[in-house]
């Protein structure tokens, strides 16, 4: 059973964020277009038979296609669906497309916050003023009426000391939860924590986040004691050597004939309507597991692509941050999408 899904409705952004490729898979594998909302539907429809409990939907920038995104947020919720939706609140310049946004809100909505610092987070995303707009958006969603929102952080060498910041900064604001990933596919360590980094995480950070987190407002004491024991574990080098940490292997024993449990509940949907396995995935583009746009689930699950991938790992696995990667509770409502 597929109990999540990835819609990429676009690769299309108009933030050009130094460590994302969707623009460039935009212009060249998708050829600047995308399936329509009837594909969609469609593709919904039969993910929903198969017992799709989330969808989440991301792009590139998914309110570039507006009407798409809000109207499948409406017919998945309708459809007993959690829904997220991840934003860089980019178009979030007025009050308009906060109103549209709260008459097909999804069950989260996820803002992309590079920095605790508004130059850097607008440097690194080469959109001037765009953290002081996500700041104003959450704060105008929460005043109006709670709606439940999370911000997701890329952990990197020019943001790991901001942490502790970024959670205090914005449990301040009132934000639900805070989803911290680690960076994928960085074959140049741009932006990977090297050794000396890791250690210094290890030893001052990870300290630092966990006393942030004991000033911090929880719904309840059980998610402030789930938070602190994630915080011990995430990086650690009891789990996985600061040198293959280093080289950005955050699954080392994901090789060979090794099963990934992530693959039977998990897919990606290409703004093609290509199926991808996973998320590490994307950046390589294969295994294409078929495309639901013309061809049903059930088909391309008991396909022999897929059964062979199930079991058998290609190089790139090794380097999947999924297990690495963590959710922050302050309250309940994102804990639906807490597990994969």
Known sequence: MIREALYKITENCPCN?????????????????QIKLEDWIKISDDLITNGMEVAIISGGEALLEEKTT??????????GVYVVLNVSGVLFNNNDILERLKQNYPNLLVFSVDSSDAKQHDDNRSILGLFDRIEKSIKYLKRNQNYPIAIRTVITKQNFRQLPKILEQF???????????????????????????????????????????????????????????????????????????????????????????????FITIQSNGA?????????????????????????????????????????????????????INFTDMGKKVNQR
């Not at 074959?187 to 890791?198: A, Q, R």
Request: charged share 30%; with cysteine.
């Open 171 to 265: 449990n301040e604001i009132g934000i639900d939860c805070i989803k911290f990933t680690n960076i994928e596919n960085d074959i140049e360590k741009k932006y990977t924590l090297s050794i000396e980094e890791l250690e210094e995480f290890d030893t001052i950070i990870r300290n630092e986040m966990i006393y942030t987190l004991n000033k911090c407002k929880f719904q309840d004491e059980n998610l402030k004691k789930e938070s602190v024991l994630k915080i011990k574990n995430l990086l650690s080098k009891e789990n996985i050597a600061y040198s293959e940490l280093s080289n950005g292997i955050f699954a080392p024993k994901m090789v060979g004939k090794t099963k990934c449990d992530l693959i039977e509940r």
């Open 70 to 79: 809000f109207s499948l947020i409406k017919y998945l919720q309708t459809n």
């Open 17 to 33: 964020c130094a460590f994302c490729d969707a623009r460039k898979k935009y212009d060249s594998i998708f050829n600047k277009t």
């Open 275 to 327: 199926v991808l396995p996973c998320c590490e995935s994307e950046h390589h583009y294969e295994p294409v597991l078929g495309n639901l746009k013309e061809e049903s689930l059930n088909k391309i699950l008991s396909s022999d692509v897929y059964k062979n991938f199930i079991y058998n790992r290609p190089r790139y696995c090794n380097k999947c941050t999924e297990w690495q990667n963590i959710q």
